[in-house]
């Protein structure tokens, strides 16, 4: 500041009165001093400027398991386009699917003094998050629910989602269901295996183990799950997989294998999944997908959380959430047909 001041020919207060576009400067001088910040290369440094007056750095920092899953950019997009209208920046972290990476990925976030954090917990042991809470950080989770401490969450209905692609598999005559799914420690894992098991119970049927395949991330690991089913004596005649990442490498098993080898009546396995997907109608194969609106669960993160900003910056509670504030939101899901 001071050297774009002796080169402007000016105070550095009044260097800095133009650089904060104070519009009692005479225009004459406002354009000698942006003509020497030109030349110098100079930017203010907004996160040292805030701190100083005492606001927060203007930064939200968003933790998220696996950038290569579309659902985490849909969601991301959501959080950016609401956060964006209250004059935050989103810094986007993958912590592919590690809890040590979280831990140390949310330290750094509040060492780096972001002024609140959205995040997909990679487990049930959200400790890390917690102390942020306790730190006096707002959090807000989506996807999955807090564990040990409360904090608002956004939820997608996996239950109720996995229930009804299972019971329409049910609906058309299948009673060997497979099941491909996210490893046992993930939240919505665990509840889209459960809507399955459901679905099966009321149709007075019982869940094989020998049919379910839990732990896959990758399409890779799916298709070889689905090829270990598929090639049982006794094979599935469908198979519900609790994700997109899944739901593709069961396709690729099912190309591989071909529908002359596997099926009922020689109809080939029907398929149904969690998560629509770009392209879903281009596989050529009936196919029955689970559908919610992504970026509407980054919105609705993104809402709870200027709202416990909000809350902060009135000295409500010191923006920190209690057991009793603690708000969630469940975005409903809706069953598409493809290939039909």
Known sequence: MRDVAERAGVSAMTASRVLRDDPQVLPATRERVRAAATALGYRPNEVARSL???RGTGLVGLVVTNLANPFYSR???????VVAEHGLKTVIGNTGQDLDAERELVADLVARRVDGIIAVPAGA????????????????LASRPPEGFAADCVLVDDFGGARD???RLLER???????LGSPPAVHTGTERLRGYAAALTSAGLTVDACLVRQGQTEPSQAT???AELLALPD????LFCSNNRNTIGAFRALRDVGPKDVGLRGAGVALAGFDDFELADALGLPLTLVAYDSDELGRAA???LNDRLHDRGSGAAGGRATAGEARQIVVPTSLVEYGT
């Not at 969601?75 to 386009?81: M, Q």
């Not at 005559?173 to 099941?179: D, P, S, T, V």
């Not at 094979?235 to 469908?238: I, K, L, N, V």
């Open 52 to 54: 100083r007056l005492g």
């Open 75 to 81: 969601l991301a997009l959501g959080v950016d386009s």
């Open 125 to 140: 042991d959200q400790r890390h998050l917690a102390a942020a809470v306790s730190g006096g950080v707002p959090v807000v």
């Open 165 to 167: 692609a299972t019971a």
């Open 173 to 179: 005559g299948h009673r060997r269901i497979g099941f």
């Open 224 to 226: 070889r799950a689905a």
């Open 235 to 238: 094979p599935p005649t469908a």
């Open 302 to 304: 993104g809402r709870l």
